[in-house]
DNA sequence: GTATGTGAATCTCTTCACAGCC
DNA sequence: GGCTGTGAAGAGATTCACATAC
């Protein structure tokens, strides 16, 4: 693994949260950098992209190895290559989707995911209206088939986009069928098993920060429509 | 407005971050409870429901004012009220939809939105091709009328939903116009002046959240398709 | 008895500052 | 000179525990 030195992270322990979270962003500079054909970048750089001091990069990157060299800062190509390994993302992770609704089909094309190793190998819908049709290639295939199909295919996580109410009941199936990681799009929280991992998106929760952080900003008194009831 | 009692959350100082965040959780849980009946509920009733400790719901809700009675715990239909007015989801919020692609067209049809006082009111994109047609019942407008039609609806916040590659100059067209609050959807970070808000919605950067939680678990070398190159 | 609101204690994360290395 | 990795200090968030109120 490139260069020597040790690497291991044993997690569980200690690693921030909100570090985990950096690494990703560490990760996409980083391949903003390859393309620009950068080799080397220093903590200091890295963190002005990001907005967040040196001492905070270095920290983060400490916690899953010993990726800088004294004077130089990090190589580019390396330290990417170690991110990837970290997150997993230098593997393919055949992925189901379950719900063929409007934004599951939008997160079906969405780029961001095909490109990262987030390969989505069969797709599901509770609708038997929706079954047996196409989405962008992809066969839309009963909830019933799903535990066939992720043996078969060896998936391993599933993106949830089906509606609050049905989420907690797909959300068992999946479990069911032996997925071990959920990306949950439904503004639920899910009840499942320790071992397996849930991260949501939730869209709506995020607008309401947005509208918290404007009202904020407008002394809590002023323009936008001061309708009432509705 | 309604009880007596302060009020006054003065915020920008003090107020934990992630404090606003479980506001809307609470909020919700709230509307649910509603549903339901009940009248009342305890900081430990509430707590349980998000998983989350007594102590830390009343902290939460005492940055904002003082919403409870002591041996009653808090009126579910009294505090919904209040919580609304703080993230400021009682008054209506025109909103702009900027990218009119798939993530764009799903997130016009997403229910979370409509439901909480996000009026999605004019709709753009900046592709010529797309000008014109309609999508559930919204003219597409092109770029060029965005500052017109902001002044002429009051548009107050963006939801971009653009290639990574356009976020920052539609971002900086949004800002032009007027729009005090983005709700960003591209993997970017985008540059604005101070007084405007921007919360994003990172998905792929939470898809690597999941593979690295599910990396860790399978003790960094395990099942999935451990494919290299490509 | 029940339950809130809040200072104090604890835990967690970030920043500082510097030894060590190139 | 420039830069990393890291212990120690500082800031921030959460939990404890109790005075107060119904």
């Not at 920290?59 to 997993?88: C, H, M, N, T, W």
């Not at 609708?127 to 043996?151: C, N, W």
Request: glycine share 10%; charged share 25%.
């Amino acid at each position: 693994m490139s260069r020597g030195k040790s690497n291991s992270y044993s997690s569980e322990t200690g690693t921030p949260k909100a570090a985990v979270e950096r690494l990703s962003l560490y990760l996409r500079e980083l391949e903003a950098l390859l393309e620009s054909g950068q080799k080397t970048i220093s903590s200091h750089q890295l963190g002005q992209a990001l907005k967040i001091t040196d001492a905070q990069v270095r920290k983060d990157l400490a916690y899953f190895g010993q990726f800088g060299y004294p004077g130089i800062g990090y190589r580019v190509e390396e330290l990417r290559e170690s991110l990837r390994a970290v997150l997993g993302t230098d593997k393919v992770w055949p992925t189901a989707l379950v719900g063929a609704g409007n934004l599951g089909r939008a997160l079906l094309g969405y780029r961001g995911f095909a490109g990262r190793g987030f390969q989505v190998t069969a797709v599901f819908d509770g609708d038997a209206e929706m079954v047996g049709k196409k989405v962008l290639g992809h066969e839309i295939h009963p909830m019933e088939d799903l535990s066939r199909i992720a043996d078969e295919k060896g998936l391993v996580l599933a993106i949830l986009a089906v509606p609050a109410a049905a989420a907690e009941e797909v959300a068992s199936k999946v479990v069911q069928a032996g997925i071990v990681g959920i990306l949950n799009f439904a503004p639920t929280q899910l009840k499942v098993p320790d071992e397996v991992s849930v991260i949501s998106v939730d869209m709506a929760l995020r607008l309401e920060q947005l509208a918290f952080q404007v009202n904020q900003r407008r002394g809590h008194v002023a323009s936008p429509s001061e309708s009432k009831d509705e």
